[in-house]
């Protein structure tokens, strides 16, 4: 069934189903490539609640799990944005690491935020993403996890909004022609 959030319509994409099943597949090769480790997975506000929250519930070896917000600036930096993390409090050296997000777009973002995780020496870094634009990537990244490989159309439901709302959705509707 077609939802409006907003001034627009958006049309059913992914099923609860679907995304519960791939949710299911991902923690399981997650759990095989970390066995023996306890990895640290950050969940990065707003967008990935809903998934690292339903991804973390499948993982089957011992992980600890905390979330940051990212802030970027346009302003006085070369670069013309400043990310900003807030409320990371755990020592990341030597942890393995495990990035959860909820969609790489372009992939600037994420680009722009690991230099600051690397320098604090954890053991190892690792990307996973419940959605991925392939065709909208600028940036080279490395994601090493991804749910669905999706379209270049914007999408919302489970965790994802449009200014601010249709994130309570348990199923991933996209952008109406
Ligand atoms: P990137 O820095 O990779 O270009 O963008 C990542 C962020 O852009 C995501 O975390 C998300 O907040 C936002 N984003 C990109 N594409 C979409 C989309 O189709 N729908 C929604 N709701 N957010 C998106």
Known sequence: MKVTVHDKTFVPYLSSIEIQDRIAILAKQISQD???KQPLFIGILNGSFIFAADLFKQ????????FIKLVSYKGTSSTGTVITSIGLEENLTDKDIIIVEDIVDTGKTLTEFLPSLSKQN????????LL???EALQYPLDVDYVGFSIPNKFVVGYGLDYDG??????EIFQIGE
Not at 59 to 66: H, N, Q, T
Not at 122 to 129: E, L, Y
């Open 34 to 36: 970390y066995e023996g």
């Open 59 to 66: 993982i089957s070896i011992p992980s600890s799990i905390s």
């Open 122 to 129: 954890p053991a190892s870094i690792k990307i996973c993403t």
């Open 132 to 134: 991925q634009k392939p």
């Open 165 to 170: 709302l249709g994130r309570n959705y348990s």
